[in-house]
């Protein structure tokens, strides 16, 4: 590598996107967010935060200068109407199907514009999901297309979801989990009980899936910048196995994942580090469940 160059994760020399194993999608939306704002600014203060960072990773010997090939597409602004936007997300992402996409948010919303744009079926897709919140409340503040209301969006569309971490959610989002058997909610609270339980889903799961981490998943004391934290949250450690057991599985094809929800910090380096080094570790993991035995 010669020089850093900003608009790429990582700094990395620019890779041409046909060449590209992987791609990094900005996706600077806020529009529906409740209480703390300035999700909008987190893509770019994670690509800055990403130049911080070692190329090399000491867990998974994933060195980033030779593999994977990255390339990171210019921010898709958000103009038009949340609809325009989300289609706009979908249209970009279509062209990327034989990648691995990454986007960065961004509120949660851009997560259905990235699924969609992955698979013409979503009811092919498993979605892993960490979060606080369950996202399952069918409208929100009179919104039915809300940060609040994306995977409720999604599981009409047929995806399988799978929640870790959530412990805030509506009675009607409990009542719905509980009801469904496309709905696989690990609550915080149970995460202790139930951690190898859910290791060996993840461990087992096949077809298409998807990764989407709220960065509210994790306990505040890890990231506490996101519009609404909770307490008792998932540790790193915790988080990373999560991402390693999922990434290495040996019958999912792993399409893509999202990190959303970061408020970036107005006085670098806050927590936009920690959430580029989460993006480098899937992004790591990723590339060490494509390599060949042996």
């Keep these: 590598m010669s020089t850093v160059n900003p608009d ?20 600077p939306l806020e529009r529906t967010v409740c209480y703390g704002t300035g999700t909008w600014r987190a893509p770019r203060a994670i690509l800055d935060a990403s130049c911080q960072l070692e190329l090399f990773d000491e867990e998974t010997l994933v060195d980033f200068t030779q593999r994977p090939r990255i390339h990171t597409l210019p921010p898709l602004l958000a103009e038009g109407t949340l609809d325009d ?20 948010g961004g509120e949660h919303t851009v ?25 399952l409340i069918d409208e929100l503040d009179g919104q039915r297309w809300s940060h609040g209301t994306v995977m409720r969006r999604l599981w009409e569309r047929g995806c399988r979801l799978i929640q870790i971490g959530v412990r805030s959610l509506s009675r009607s989002e409990y009542e719905l989990a509980a009801s ?31 990764l989407t981490v709220d960065v509210d998943g994790l306990d ?75």
């Design 180 to 210: 469904d058997d496309r709905i696989v909610t690990y609550y915080a609270h149970q995460l202790a009980e139930k951690w190898e339980h859910l290791l060996s889903l993840l461990g087992r799961l096949e077809g298409k899936v998807y």
């Design 220 to 294: 505040p004391s890890v990231i506490p910048s996101t519009g609404t934290p909770q307490p008792n949250g998932l540790t790193w450690s915790q988080t990373i196995e999560l991402v390693r057991c999922l990434s290495t599985s040996p019958r999912c094809s792993l399409l893509g994942a999202d990190l959303v929800e970061l408020i970036a910090s107005p006085h670098p380096p806050g927590c936009d580090v920690l959430a580029a080094k989460l993006v480098a570790k899937v992004l790591a993991f990723w590339s060490l469940g494509r390599r060949p035995p042996g």
């Design 85 to 104: 936007y989300l289609a706009a997300v979908s249209s970009r992402v279509r062209r990327l199907r034989d990648k691995f996409v990454v986007a960065l």
């Design 111 to 135: 997560t259905y514009g990235v699924v969609t744009g992955l698979v013409d079926d979503p009811s092919e897709v498993t979605i892993v999901q960490i979060d606080a919140h369950a996202d």
């Design 8 to 27: 790429q994760f990582l700094g990395l020399d620019p890779c041409p996107e046909e060449q590209a194993e992987a791609v990094i999608v900005p996706l």
